[in-house]
């Protein structure tokens, strides 16, 4: 059993609209990317004219142009979770960051989002690319509770733009960015916990999906989309028949894009009040995506509730817990 005790989200300013993906003239406008990905708008890290005066041609100077470091994108996510958990800097004795396009190889940037907030306490990196924040819930309960401090920041700051090659309209047109913070604990009881989850990797397809250091964004779409249909339905599938009934259900996916969403969906008989998601307003942010919607749903959640989070990412790993609501303490 892992406990919720608070969670954040962080999104940039700068919006990259449809209009502004077709002044780019790369063959696409809004009801080509509507048919396709049912995505509306996205956030960057980037300036809006960095990107129409170079395309980011290079990832390298994209680093450089960046509006926000991830550090700080995910300092921005953990102050709302930490105040929504009522607790200060002071009060985390171990920070557990991950992404799939980390800014830095050495040091680890879990150590740079503590430096951010002040806090001193054991830092390090977990990346698992867009199942990352189910790994790192997966990873602290496997933990024994007596070998974990009362409170853990969990961060995935996903600021994939900068990876993007803005002149392949067929990738432009997926990520955006964001970061998700959550505050956890195995000993401290919370009204929200996480008492369910399972994971693994198909190794042999990792080359289907990546981004090389210091490169673009890269995907076999078909291998990717078809993986990540079979195994979300699967997941939810599963988490759904465990349920004794009663409750509220909810389903939070992987956000790769609408159609994929609606898929699973209907291969898994999930109603559209069930569905929680936010792709088509702030694009494929990876990582951060499922912890972020719980974020913008945390007023939402009722004794009951049942929300079963489902991911895949690349790897090809997958991840899905189910998080379950009780009244106050």
Sequence with gaps: MLYLHGIGHFYPENVITNRFLEELEIGTDEAWIMERVGIRERRTVLPLDYIRRTKNRDPRAAHEASLYSNAQTAAAAARMALDRAGLAPSDIGFVMSGCSAPAWSSPAEAAMVAAELGIDALCIDVNSACTTFGMHLDLLSRMAAESLP??????????????????DRSTAILLGDGSAAAVVSASVKARAAFGESSCGTNASAWTKVAIPLMGHFRQEGHAVLGFAIRRMTESVRCLKSSLAGGGRFRFIGHQLNMGALRTVCERAGIAEEEHWYNVDEFGNTGCAAAAAILSQRWEELRPGD????CLVG???TWVHLLLSVEEGL
């Design 150 to 167: 009362p409170f853990v920041l969990i961060c995935q700051p996903e600021n994939l733009t900068r990876s993007l090659d803005f002149s």
């Design 314 to 316: 690349a790897g090809l």
């Design 306 to 309: 049942r929300v079963a989070v």
